[in-house]
Structure formats: C-alpha cells, structure tokens
C-alpha cells in the first residue's frame, strides 16, 4: 500500500470504511492486482461479507476530466443491469485526503480474452452491454460527431509527438499523412439511429472470460461514451486493439464472423441497421486513434521521473511506431 503516497491513512478513515461496511479497525490485505496507465487497482477481501473487492486508484484521466474516477462509478452504475460490467460499491473523487480519485467495485473472475478461441464471447458481453436503456438525465458524454471528435483527439495526442524533439521526423511525416487521410473520412457517417453505453477502450485484458458455463465480463470503463455501438465494434474489430496485448491481427473472415454472431445477439433489442457499414467506417478512424495514442504515450515514456512505468506497454510503443507497423496501417487508411 506504501506504492501510493497517503492510500495507508486513507484506508482508515470513517467514510471509507463506513462507506463499505468494514470494521473500524484495519485488518483486511490489499494486495496490487494490475496497473495501467492512469490507474492502480488492488485486490482485497471484506472481511465482514468474505467479499472480493477491487480498490482503484486513479491518477489522471485521459478525457481530461477533473471528476475521473466519478464519472466512471456513474457509468457502471448505469450498466449494472448488463450482468456484464462490476458493481461500483463507492467512490471519492474530492481529493481531499488523498490527491487520487478512489473507487471501489466488486472483484470479477475470469481471464484475458483469446481472440482465436474466444471471440465470439466478446460479441455475447457486447451485444449484453449495448442493449441497456439510458435514460435521459444520465452524465455520459455525447459527441455530436463521432468520427471527427475521435480525429480530434488524434490531433491533440499526436500534437505531443509531433512538437516533441525526440520524436522520429520520418514517423512525424508518415503520420500525419494517415490523418489528413483520415479527415477526408470525418463527415461520412449520418448520426445513429441508435445510441448506447459505449466503452471505447476493447483490447483483449478488458475482457473476463470464464466460458460457455460461466459468466463473461467487460471491465475498465474509463471512457465511456453515449455512443454508436459501431464505434465500439469499430475498436474490438481494429489491429491497433487486438495486438495491443497480443500478436493477433484478425482476419477479415473473423471480422465478419463476429459480427454476425453480434448481429443475431442483438436482434430485436435494438436498431441494428446499417450497423455493419458504420462499424467498417469506424476501423481506420480507431486505427489511426491507437497509433496516435501510442505516439503521445511514447513522448511520455521519455521522462524519467514517470509515475507508472510499464515494460510491456514501452515495447508495443516501440511496436506500434515502427515503419513496418505504420505501413500496415496506412493500407487500413486509404
């Protein structure tokens, strides 16, 4: 617990342990469980309800949000109807004891999602999570274009690389080049006919698997979205995702596949019209988001004084940012 300045005294105030139901005194364990870019999370049992629970600490938003941690308690509050996403139990986003947002949220079981085994368990979990109604008072964010609020976010990220003097001149030039390709593409979507819960962030550790007889889960919602299903199929679907955390690039064959498994899931719940088209649409777009996310975090990764620093996610930059990848991408692209 030492890892996080001050998360030892926050543990033993009242609000958080009256919050959950934990005895005054400190004696359950939290164990450090997984960490990415912007979160810590650790692993603990109640030891009233024999529970596991999951305390996420959160360190920045990539949303640029000041309420972070908060708004994603919102979001899994309006999904937890799904079966598929964990219960949030609490959350602290004041920052008033402790300079991190705090959240707390059921413990799910299950393991990283493999793509050639298992893909169509990733199409169940969505079709599962994009069929939830949202009423209209929620708090999720509604971009009223999709495809030119993701370029927009390209363009903010890449800005990091692109300004940045250790950044590869070739590289600059090569990227840039995708993105003037992708604006040609920003205005070729109408609106959806249908909006949802999106996650935006599909790569295969945010899966839970756990089986045909066994429940299967999608965790980390750290940017949701009122959104168009396509966008999420869109990312699931995209290289940049799927060989972010393995080597898998899927065939076109698998993609059709999984979609109509999707497409059957989620017949009679909702629109899906066209669905298949905008989520064709959405691919190179997530593309160039994932190559310019990895050019931003690459920059970041330069500093020596980084607050998390993770080995595999520096290689996959290297990956990411490297001719042969970019070349491929650039096929995507045009």
């Known amino acids: 617990m030492n890892q996080v300045q001050g998360l030892t005294e926050y543990i033993r105030r009242s609000r958080y342990r009256e919050g959950l139901g934990l005895p005054k005194k400190v004696t359950e364990e939290y164990r450090m469980l997984a960490q990415g870019e912007y979160n810590r999370n650790y692993l ?24 972070q941690i908060e708004y994603e308690y919102k979001a899994l509050e309006l999904l937890k109807g799904s079966g ?21 949220m059921e413990y799910l079981p299950g393991h990283a999602l493999d793509y050639e085994r298992e893909l169509y368990y990733g199409a169940d979990c969505l079709a599962d999570i994009h069929s939830v109604p949202i009423a209209g008072d929620h708090s999720l964010i509604v ?34 080049r ?31 698997i756990n089986g045909e007889k066994g429940e299967n889960y999608l965790i980390d919602w750290e940017k949701p979205l009122y959104g168009d299903p396509a966008q999420d199929l869109g990312h699931f679907l995209a290289p940049t995702t799927t060989f972010w955390k393995t080597d898998v690039i899927l065939e076109k064959e698998q993609m059709e596949n999984f979609m109509e498994v999707y497409l059957e899931k989620a ?9 298949k088209e905008r989520t064709r649409a959405y691919i190179p777009v997530t593309c160039l988001r994932g190559i310019t996310w990895c050019a931003m975090a690459w920059v970041e ?19 990411y940012l490297s001719h042969g990848f970019l070349n491929r991408i650039g096929k995507i692209v045009d």
Request: hydrophobic share 30%.
């Open 178 to 208: 995708l993105l003037k390709k992708g604006w040609e593409r920003a205005d070729s979507l109408e609106s959806p006919i249908y909006r949802c819960c999106i996650n935006t962030e599909l790569n295969s550790t945010n899966f839970l």
């Open 84 to 104: 598929r996403t964990p219960k949030p139990l609490y959350v602290d986003g004041t920052k008033e004891h402790i300079p991190y947002g705090i959240m707390v």
């Open 44 to 67: 603990f049992l109640h030891p009233v309800t024999g529970k596991k629970l999951i305390l996420r600490v959160n360190f920045g938003s990539q949303m640029h949000l000041e309420n």
């Open 143 to 176: 971009p009223e274009n999709p495809l030119r609020a993701v370029l927009e976010e390209c363009e903010e990220m890449f800005l990091k690389y692109e300004e940045s003097d250790p950044g590869d001149r070739e590289k600059k030039k090569k990227i840039r």
């Open 301 to 319: 990764y330069q500093k020596p004084d980084k607050e998390i620093f993770n080995e595999s996610t520096a290689r996959k930059l290297e990956a």
């Open 267 to 275: 017949a009679g719940r909702f629109d899906t019209k066209g669905l």
